[in-house]
């Protein structure tokens, strides 16, 4: 059974930081590309950051500079590193294990609140 569990969630300041975790259990972890995606309030699930299972990270226009993904496959752990909030940041954050072939589906995990005051 696999499970993804985010954590690091939380209230804020713009200018502040927070390092959300996510935790899986049930796969192979240092096989699969995982990813972080958030969610504001009346908008699409969108993509942040991806890190590959070589670690090759890409990232959305909207936080490349300010946030940083990171995997340690140890800890079957991946990380997102967010600096410089913004109040537009201001969304649930969804952790992915990516899909990888017929046999290798997604999975979600079930989202931690950031909130980012002005």
């Known amino acids: 059974q696999v499970q993804l569990v985010e954590s690091g969630g939380g209230l804020v300041q713009a200018g502040g930081s927070l390092r959300l975790s996510c935790a899986a259990s049930?796969?192979?972890?240092?096989?699969?590309?995982m990813g972080w995606y958030r969610q504001a309030p009346g908008k699409q699930r969108e993509l942040v950051a991806t890190?590959?299972?070589?670690?090759?990270?890409n990232y959305s226009d909207s936080v490349k500079g300010r946030f940083t993904i990171s995997r340690d496959n140890a800890k079957l752990t991946v990380y997102l590193q967010m600096n410089s909030l913004k109040p537009e940041d201001t969304a649930v954050y969804y952790c992915?294990?990516?899909?990888?072939?017929?046999?290798?589906?997604?999975?979600w995990g079930q989202g931690t609140q950031v909130t980012v005051s002005s």
């Open positions: 992915k294990k990516e899909a990888s072939g017929v046999w290798s589906p997604a999975y």
């Open positions: 049930g796969i192979i972890f240092s096989t699969n590309a």
């Open positions: 890190i590959s299972r070589g670690g090759i990270t």
